[in-house]
């Protein structure tokens, strides 16, 4: 089971002690809330970097160079 570690700063005593049910199951809804705004920041990075390559594609098409489409920036 896991466990937590309990420091006493006035004393500088450390005790371990296994965590309860409820702090196990708050753990993981904890670990799964993370995993969640982990992935939605992901795909947010991905579509703006997709976006960003479609408009200096479609830039490209209209006879832009590279510089004038970096200077856009």
Known sequence: MPTKLIV???TGVTTEVE???EEV???EAD???FAEI???EEAAAQ???DAK???QAKLA????TADEISALN
């Open 53 to 55: 390559a479609s408009a």
């Open 47 to 49: 579509a703006k970097a």
């Open 19 to 21: 965590l309860t049910a």
């Open 61 to 64: 098409a209209l006879g832009l």
């Open 31 to 33: 670990a799964a809330a």
């Open 8 to 10: 006493d700063c006035s």
């Open 38 to 40: 982990k992935a939605a």
């Open 25 to 27: 199951a708050q753990r």
